[in-house]
């Protein structure tokens, strides 16, 4: 607490009175304490350093404890005097701002609910934290910190450690099919950092965007965020389907998609369509944002390489998270940008982003060279299957024919789609949160302008084996309308 400060902006609010100093240190410790400005508990300065640090003497101080401590506001101890516990007097309203609110591209964004409890059933987009080698990653994290020299603590390489950037390409070349090489691997804070940079590197204000329809939110964010005119594209079984009339008439800058898991249905594209996209792309002078954000959990048949390796020279920003196969915490994500955008990228990088957190980003490296990493990834695969398995069957037996399970191939979320004249997807997620279940709407991720949805967004990787049956009893009896 500056007492400087308070006694003379207090002072200038109160000149007319003309009070000697010796009244006005009381009355300004009084309606601090009144207002909370000096709260409950608060053990208030010395009297010789209050009036030291006032250029006071010490007799206005101790004249000022008295007074208060007689009132009931102080409670002088034998270590000093104590603020009481006095309810706060309401304080008086601050002036509205003069200005209308924020700027045109923080408007027109989905309204977002309160962010649920990430224990309660069914909440999507989180793994499993509870395990997570946790110790194992303490221990690595304290070793990198160990051999830390002073100079480590400056601000890092703006893309990212190199050991970490190597780690990230030797892993992708491996798991995904990515072809790059460390200088086009970017690291970010993750998925909504790297659609930002995506955003705001390969487009101007004004350049039209693609997001799938239904879509990822945080994509319509970043667009929005980056003054992009937002279009949405519908999705169908094979994933992403622009028409012709799309190409001509709404030409795109920047293409996103979810091809390994399409975000919220669950869509697989299919290889065809993942090469048109391409072609596409490459014949309207776009750039594809590849969301590849839980390409790692897949459930049924062989693993499909991404969009970026399929043919060379794809046009595509690949990005990836480490949130769901690690932990959300952990704010490490990256993006990789074609070789012909890696020069200008960096440049941009060491302008606008100062880099830190270096301990996290080499005990990371040393988590993905060690193997460690793609233990967990099979361990985690094994245990989200079997959870898969387990809500896929109990909705069969609790819901039946009333909705239809779509996306469970694949990821730590399935969709179910419910009929359209049935009870409204938003309706039910209320009377679902009321029996502390948490689903997300289908309809809540409807990009305005296109055809609605009714369904429900679950989350299973956080649901044991064991409760999956009864919660999926609970929710079905919300979903019918049973007593």
Same mark, same amino acid.
């Given at each position: 607490m500056d007492y400087s400060l308070l006694l003379d902006a207090f002072g200038r609010d109160h000149a007319r009175h003309a009070?000697?100093?010796?009244?006005?240190?009381?009355?300004?410790?009084?309606?601090?304490?009144?207002?909370?400005?000096?709260?409950?508990? !608060?053990?208030?300065?010395?009297?010789?350093?209050?009036?030291?640090?006032?250029?006071?003497?010490?007799? !206005?101080?101790?004249?000022?404890?008295?007074q208060l401590a007689c009132e009931g506001f102080v409670i002088p101890d034998r270590r000093g005097t104590i603020v009481a516990g006095i309810a706060p007097a309401p304080r008086r309203r601050s002036a509205d701002v003069p200005q209308a609110g924020l700027a045109r591209r923080a408007q027109n964004l989905r309204t977002v609910n309160g962010t649920a409890s990430v224990a309660l059933p069914f909440t999507p987009g989180v793994p499993d934290l509870r395990a997570f080698p946790l110790a194992q990653w303490r221990r690595l994290l304290d070793r990198v910190w160990r051999g830390l020299s002073f100079d480590r603590l400056n601000y890092g390489d703006p893309a990212g450690e190199p050991a970490l950037? !190597?780690?990230?390409?030797?892993?992708?070349?491996?798991?995904?099919?990515?072809?790059?090489?460390p200088g086009q691997v970017f690291i970010t804070d993750g998925t909504q950092a790297s659609l930002d940079l995506c955003a705001h590197a390969c487009a101007d204000a004004g350049d039209?965007?693609?997001?799938?329809?239904?879509?990822?939110?945080?994509?319509? &964010?970043?667009?929005?965020?980056?003054?992009?005119?937002?279009?949405?594209?519908?999705?169908?079984?094979?994933?992403?389907?622009?028409?012709l009339h799309d190409w001509s008439a709404r030409r795109p800058k920047l293409i996103y998609t979810t091809p390994s898991h399409q975000?919220?249905?669950?869509?697989?594209?299919?290889?065809?369509?993942?090469?048109?996209?391409?072609?596409? &792309?490459?014949?309207?002078?776009?750039?594809?944002?590849?969301?590849?954000?839980?390409?790692?959990?897949?459930?049924?048949?062989?693993?499909?390489?991404?969009?970026?390796?399929?043919?060379?020279?794809?046009?595509?920003?690949?990005?990836?998270?480490?949130s769901? !196969?690690?932990? @959300?915490?952990?704010?490490?994500?990256?993006?990789?940008? @074609?070789?012909?955008l890696a020069p200008q990228l960096a440049v941009m990088r060491a302008q606008s982003a100062a880099a830190g957190r270096t301990a996290e980003q080499l005990a990371l490296a040393e988590f993905l060279r060690s193997g460690e990493f793609a233990l967990h990834l099979r361990r985690m695969r094994r245990l989200y299957r079997q959870r898969r398995d387990a809500l896929v069957e109990a909705l069969g037996r609790h819901v039946g024919s009333h909705a239809v399970v779509e996306g469970a191939s694949a990821g730590m979320?399935?969709?179910?789609?419910? @009929?359209?004249?049935?009870?409204?997807?938003?309706?039910?997620?209320?009377?679902?949160?009321?029996?502390?279940?948490?689903?997300?709407?289908?309809?809540?991720?409807?990009v305005p302008g296109g055809a609605p949805v009714n369904g429900l967004l679950l989350g299973y990787a956080q649901v044991p084996v064991e409760r999956m049956d009864a919660l999926v009893e609970r929710l079905a009896g919300v979903m019918l309308d049973r007593p």
């Open positions: 009070w000697p100093r010796q009244r006005l240190l009381h009355e300004c410790l009084r309606a601090a304490i009144r207002d909370g400005t000096l709260a409950a508990g !608060t053990r208030l300065l010395a009297t010789r350093a209050l009036a030291q640090e006032l250029g006071i003497a010490r007799n !206005t101080v101790l004249y000022a404890y008295e950037r !190597t780690a990230i390409a030797d892993y992708l070349r491996a798991s995904r099919g990515v072809v790059c090489e039209i965007a693609w997001i799938e329809n239904p879509g990822y939110g945080g994509a319509l &964010a970043a667009f929005r965020g980056a003054g992009l005119v937002v279009e949405g594209i519908a999705v169908d079984g094979e994933g992403m389907a622009p028409s975000y919220p249905i669950g869509v697989v594209t299919s290889a065809a369509r993942r090469l048109a996209l391409i072609d596409g &792309a490459r014949a309207a002078g776009a750039l594809i944002v590849e969301d590849d954000y839980d390409s790692e959990f897949r459930h049924e048949g062989p693993p499909l390489a991404a969009m970026q390796g399929l043919v060379p020279d794809a046009p595509v920003l690949y990005c990836g998270t480490f769901k !196969t690690m932990f @959300p915490a952990l704010r490490i994500g990256f993006v990789v940008v @074609p070789a012909g979320h399935l969709a179910l789609r419910l @009929p359209a004249d049935g009870i409204a997807d938003v309706e039910i997620v209320r009377r679902a949160r009321a029996q502390g279940i948490v689903v997300n709407a289908l309809s809540a991720h409807a």
